[in-house]
C-alpha cells in the first residue's frame, strides 16, 4: 500500500503577460519645427484582484524636446499620464488569499511621436506580467524504507612513528 504525504506551500497559480498601447496628444505654447527626444521616466504601478480579473493602476511621466521658431530655440514639455489595465485572469478556485504579484516586463516606451500644428501626438507601449501567488496542497509517495547504512573504517596511522622512521640522525653532520 501506497504512503502519500501532503505537503502545503506557496506556489504560482496562474501567470500571462500582455502588451499595452496608448495615444496621447498633448499642446504646446510654441508651433513645434522638430521632435529631439521622448524620454519616458517614473514608472510606477501596482495590482488588485476582482474576480478573475486584475486591475493594474500606474503612472509614467513623458518629457518630450522639441524645437520650434525654424529650429533657433529648444524647449522640453512634461506630462504625467494615469492608466488603469485590466488582465483578465483564469480563477484556480484556491479559495485562499492570493498575493499579487505585477512586473513591468517592457517598460513603456515611445512608439511614435507626431507634430500636428500646436499639439504633439505619442504613443505609448509597455508590456506587463502578472503572476498570482497562493497556497497549493502537493502530495507526494513517501518511501517508508530507510535506505542501508554504509560502514565507515577508519584507518588509523600512528604519525610520532611515521616521522621516528623518516628522521636520518646523520643530517646534522652532513650539513656541516
Not at 522639441?66 to 483564469?90: A, F, G, L, P, W
Not at 596511522?157 to 628522521?167: F, Q, T
Request: aromatic fraction near 6%.
Amino acid at each position: 500500500m501506497a504512503n502519500y504525504k501532503e505537503i502545503v506551500t506557496k506556489a504560482v497559480i496562474a501567470k500571462g503577460k500582455k502588451l499595452f498601447t496608448s495615444n496621447h496628444e498633448i499642446s504646446v505654447t510654441n508651433k513645434p519645427s522638430t521632435i529631439l527626444g521622448v524620454w519616458v521616466i517614473n514608472h510606477n504601478f501596482n495590482g488588485v484582484k476582482n474576480n478573475e480579473e486584475i486591475r493594474i493602476n500606474g503612472s509614467y511621466d513623458v518629457n518630450i524636446w522639441y524645437s520650434y521658431d525654424n529650429d533657433t530655440k529648444t524647449e522640453v514639455i512634461k506630462e504625467s499620464n494615469q492608466y488603469s489595465e485590466i488582465v483578465r485572469m483564469r480563477d484556480r478556485g484556491t479559495g485562499e488569499e492570493e498575493q499579487i504579484i505585477v512586473r513591468s516586463l517592457k517598460q513603456p516606451n515611445c512608439l511614435k511621436v507626431e507634430i500636428n500644428g500646436d499639439k504633439i501626438s505619442y504613443a505609448i507601449e509597455k508590456e506587463l506580467g502578472v503572476e498570482l501567488v497562493g497556497d497549493v496542497k502537493v502530495k507526494i509517495l513517501a518511501d517508508e524504507e530507510e535506505d542501508p547504512w554504509d560502514e565507515i573504517v577508519e584507518e588509523t596511522v600512528n604519525v610520532s612513528e611515521n616521522i621516528d622512521n623518516n628522521i636520518s640522525e646523520e643530517y646534522l653532520n652532513d650539513s656541516i
